[in-house]
């Protein structure tokens, strides 16, 4: 019987020993990483506060978004920075809090002409949550596939394909981050994600994280200094996007 105890008691020490695992891709505005392959940024400054406050150890890895809903997504004791949120998502994470929503618009390249008699092509992150409504907007044929967003992006500037979707602040946020300003960019229509729509971008973590440590970060984000830092995160990106649609209308 001793040694029953024993042998729980040391899975227990074991399980609390283990660091959370952070995982984050390169999504400016919201979080970036660095030539050295550290991040930075609002979300994962953020993400350091709150872990902190939980009193948690935890490791910060950067990684391409494929790699973590492929394999990060399935591990427990993981956080995820900036997930969208959406119906098909809802019960595979256990969902923190929210730090941005925003509506999804099509952009294209400002004054450029379409291609005649051809279809449009769209770049897509892989494994966004956005991959079915586009591929039911655009058709499979006309949709490209790459590594992150600001690839997608950036095959858009580059003449690869006609058309991005995203929200205006973060558009803007990739668009410096590769050198370019907002007016490079034309918007069109909203995009409409129909019921694949994402309820914003959250912190998340994967199921069968442990309870201790799910407990713990629950209890810090209702702590009066990290609810004052997530206020403070969630209406600076309201507050720049707001600038950007009022200078966008002048």
Known sequence: MKKCLLALC???ISIQAKPLSVVFEHNPPFQMINDSG???GPVYDFALVLVEKAGLRASF??????RIIEKDAQQPNTLILSISKTPQRSAQFIWLTSVYTGQQYIWKLRDEVDPEGKPVQVAIERDS????????????????????????LNALIKGRVQRFVGTTFAVSGKLASLGYSLDTLEQLEAFEEGGFASQGLYLALTLGTNTDSVYALKQALTHPDIIKARMALVDSFRQAEQTLLHDKSN
């Open 61 to 66: 890895k950067a990684t391409p978004w494929a």
């Open 38 to 40: 550290f991040g930075y």
């Open 129 to 152: 949550h956005k991959m079915k409504s586009i591929y039911a907007y655009f058709q499979a044929e006309n949709v490209l596939e790459v590594l992150n967003s600001t690839q997608a």
């Open 10 to 12: 040391l899975i227990a």
